[in-house]
């Protein structure tokens, strides 16, 4: 039987007002890179990090790269690991959305069905973040990391629990720090399934 240990990171603070930051490629804040450097240290120093893969996305993408030529990890940049894309409400501070925040509202409230303005379904956001999980952790070994959003934390984390990821609570309820941890073991024998052990989330 061979195992992995999958720990998912969220990306630290942004440097940005509060708003719904899907495609938007914005950069982290100072104290959310010092953060997301001193998670991915504590990390490593606990259980050696193998694999390195993250989201496209600049406040994923730039401490991911630092640390991979730092300590010499491979890094993966892993498409299917973007947070939803929002549509017109992406990247849009709250204070400015005006009349659309009616929208956003009623999205919280029954977000699997309405869907973002020139936006991204939450089923589709849904069966590509669990399509890109399956093929993550098959026939891995190690410890691999994966920095990515809080939105996809929460899907992978209703995929292995078998919850359902179009409940509006999983996304008001569940909460997924800046810079916080979600580890998973993976224990694979030869011709069965994956035993998945969730360990929880650990705040930065």
């Known amino acids: 039987m061979t195992s992995t240990i999958i720990t998912l990171v969220r990306h630290g603070?942004?440097?940005?007002p509060a708003a719904l930051?899907?495609?938007?490629?914005?950069t982290l804040s100072a104290d959310g890179y010092r953060d997301l450097m001193r998670t991915l240290n504590s990390l490593h120093a606990q259980t050696p990090i193998n694999q390195l893969i993250s989201s496209p996305r600049l406040r994923c993408?730039?401490?991911a790269q630092e640390?991979?030529?730092?300590?010499?990890i491979p890094l993966h940049t892993e498409e299917n690991v973007q947070e939803m894309h929002f549509g017109i409400w992406d990247g849009i501070p709250f204070d400015e959305l005006g009349d659309e925040w009616k929208n956003i509202e009623a999205f919280w409230e029954s977000p699997h069905s309405m869907q973002p303005p020139k936006g991204e379904s939450l089923m589709d956001f849904a069966a590509r973040v669990i399509a890109s999980w399956e093929s993550l952790i098959s026939n891995k070994q190690g410890h691999q990391v994966i920095i990515c959003h809080g939105g996809v934390i929460r899907i992978v984390i209703a995929h292995i629990l078998q919850l359902d990821w179009r409940n509006?609570?999983?996304f008001k309820q569940l909460q997924i720090d800046y810079s916080s941890q979600t580890r998973i073991e993976v224990s694979n024998a030869?011709?069965?399934?994956?035993?998945?052990?969730?360990?929880g989330v650990i705040p930065n």
């Open 61 to 63: 993408l730039q401490v």
């Open 13 to 16: 603070k942004v440097a940005g």
């Open 67 to 72: 640390f991979s030529v730092q300590y010499q």
């Open 168 to 170: 509006a609570a999983l």
């Open 190 to 199: 030869i011709d069965s399934l994956p035993i998945i052990k969730w360990i």
């Open 21 to 26: 930051y899907g495609c938007t490629d914005i």
